[in-house]
């Protein structure tokens, strides 16, 4: 039997992975488990980002269980989102589908021992269907920038350095590192908190995108769903702003809308 293999993200899956176990930063909603789905993993554990806004931070559970999966989430309040490791060594499992809890995981158990479990169960043999596009353009005004949504901000391309970009993600740095807060230089960028979680850490993107210049704010798990980029544009109320973001006319409790609107305004 493989030890559990560790990741601060789940969009970093190749097919080394296919058939593992695997415990990983990303948040439990669709997106992210459509990716485990699409990666063929026997297990996946992933962190319940405050479950947030219609249960979003634990949604791709249920969805997982129809592909055969088994999948939990560990307790954000138990360990850092977007931090792999942190959750193997301090993680609480919070929620588990029916087919992680027929493999002997249970809610209350320590995420590595819940990842051991998780090697007694199948590997599914279900194709996830096709998943709906997963970037888009949100607004577009002449003379501004352009806003783009996108459900992960694995998405970031080269060509959104001149953009605002409304991510489904959320604000944690991958395993606490500054050169993972955004690939590319963009105008602005707003993440979802994850409930903001243990040691802060649904927001610690956001000094590192001041850091170079970008504006940068988290909207509240409880307004708008993770992993779903279009339900942080449209109802995402903003919790957490940096320097860079608050010059440019943002103030915590705005909409979502209305920081792009006042960013996008400033840019031009």
């Known amino acids: 039997m493989t030890s559990p293999l560790v990741l601060d993200s789940i969009t970093r899956l190749d097919d080394s992975f296919r058939g593992q176990v695997l415990v990983a930063g990303s948040h439990g909603g669709v997106y992210a488990t459509y990716l485990a789905a699409l990666g ?14 219609d249960e ?6 249920g969805y997982l269980d129809e592909m055969g999966m088994a999948a939990a989430t560990v307790a954000h309040t138990s360990a850092r989102i977007g931090d792999g490791a942190d959750m193997m060594r301090r993680g609480v499992i919070s929620h588990a589908n029916a087919h992680a809890l027929a493999a002997g995981c249970m809610v209350g158990m320590a995420c590595a021992d819940a990842a051991a479990c998780l090697q007694n169960a199948p590997i599914p043999d279900i194709d996830p269907p096709e998943k709906q596009e ?3 353009l949100l607004a577009t005004e002449p003379g501004q920038p352009e806003v783009w949504g996108i459900d992960s901000n ?11 970009l409304v991510t489904g993600s959320h604000g944690q ?4 590192k500054p050169e993972t807060a955004i690939k590319h ?3 602005a960028a707003l993440y979802n908190d994850a409930g903001i979680g243990i040691d802060d850490a649904g927001t610690s993107r956001l000094p590192a995108l001041d850091a170079r210049g ?3 704010a988290t909207v509240s798990h409880d307004s708008a769903r993770i992993g779903d980029a279009r339900s942080t544009y449209e109802d995402g109320i903003v919790t957490h702003l940096n320097e860079t973001a608050i010059r440019l006319g943002g103030t915590a409790g705005m ?4 920081l792009v609107a006042a960013i996008a305004q400033a840019a031009a």
């Not at 996946?44 to 947030?52: E, F, K, P, T, W």
């Not at 740095?173 to 606490?176: E, I, K, P, V």
């Open 40 to 53: 063929r993993l026997r297990g996946v554990i992933l962190n319940d980002a405050g479950v947030g806004k």
């Open 56 to 61: 979003a931070g634990i949604g791709g559970l």
């Open 134 to 136: 997963a970037r888009f």
């Open 154 to 164: 694995s998405l970031v391309t080269p060509e959104d350095r001149d953009r605002i």
């Open 173 to 176: 740095l991958l395993g606490g």
């Open 185 to 187: 230089d963009v105008i």
């Open 214 to 216: 970008i504006a940068g």
């Open 255 to 258: 909409t979502a809308k209305g």
